[in-house]
């Protein structure tokens, strides 16, 4: 009997706590409000300093990539919403075509761009000193002009471009021009300036450098870089540009881009990175870079 009563106790306090009985677990209390839905979280927000083009029969195109710079020029890569012309200043006209520079700042869905807020152009941020044309190699003992080279003939740089460009591992070669105390600087260009030939291979420097100094009689520069060739740069470049479609990403322009990157592709934006994401899994971090013209504002 202490048994049965023992039991039939349990059983009463098992359903005092709710096992067995009464409200599911997962539900809320009657009387009890339900907790409010997650916020939708706010589009985002994208900045650039852009042209805007309105011609005749088509509403206003923000122009991020190339531009034909006629009169008036011709342009046009993302449609706008939002946009009014008598909120900026500055605009030109030219046979009912409608331009300007202007910063706008808004939301872009993949296809339109909403304008929350136009003004001014701003300027672009300053770079660094480009001396990506420098040879990096030593520079000889006396200088690159040591011995007085004389400058070299279209037939030997033809030569020497020949031979690099057929070569499995070649990556990059280009010519940089030699300053003469009395000549003028590189960037004024003369076409008997001394120059020093440069050539970049993924392997065996010395064999090349000692056929192209059969070939070319100047300042020669060739250098070992384990970075990819440039034969296989350009499959990696043509594959990623195929690709962009797929990732819903629109470019805008794509080259070659510094030593040991197969590829720079400019599309109109990258939301949240995924596209940069998912080229840096497949063909490796820091070979394909994506630059977005519309860049994320915060």
Do not use: K, N
Request: glycine share 12%.
């Amino acid at each position: 009997m202490r048994l049965t009563l023992a039991l039939a106790g349990l059983a009463v306090l098992a359903a005092g706590c709710g096992v067995g009985g009464g409200e599911p677990p997962d539900e809320p209390a009657a009387g009890r409000p339900s907790p409010p839905p997650p916020a939708a979280s706010a589009p985002a927000r994208y900045e650039a300093t852009a042209t805007v083009l309105e011609a005749p029969g088509r509403g206003p195109m923000l122009c991020l990539g190339p531009m034909l710079m006629s009169l008036p020029p011709q342009c046009g890569d993302v449609q706008l919403a939002g946009w009014s012309w008598d909120a900026v200043d500055g605009a030109q006209e030219h046979t009912g075509v409608r331009w300007g520079a202007f910063h706008v700042v808004g939301t872009y869905d993949g296809e339109t761009f909403t304008v929350l807020a136009a003004g001014p152009p701003e300027p672009a941020p300053t770079a660094p000193a480009d001396d990506m044309f420098l040879p990096p190699c030593p520079e000889p003992e006396g200088g690159w002009l040591a011995g007085s080279p004389a400058a070299p003939s279209q037939e030997d740089t033809d030569a020497a471009e020949g031979y690099s460009t057929r070569q499995p591992e070649y990556v990059r070669s280009w010519v940089y021009h030699v300053t003469e105390p009395d000549r003028p600087g590189p960037d004024q260009y003369e076409e008997d300036l001394p120059v020093v030939y440069v050539a970049v291979f993924t392997g065996d420097a010395a064999r090349h450098e000692s056929e192209l100094r059969a070939r070319w009689q100047g300042p020669l520069c060739v250098i070992e870089r384990p970075v990819v060739s440039a034969r296989e740069g350009r499959r990696i470049r043509a594959e990623a540009e195929a690709s962009l479609p797929e990732l819903g990403l629109q470019m805008l322009a794509s080259w070659e881009g510094e030593i040991g990157l197969a590829a720079e592709i400019e599309v109109v934006a990258d939301p949240d990175g995924a596209g940069q994401a998912a080229f840096d899994e497949r063909f490796g971090p820091g070979l394909v870079r994506l630059v977005p013209a519309l860049r994320p504002v915060g």
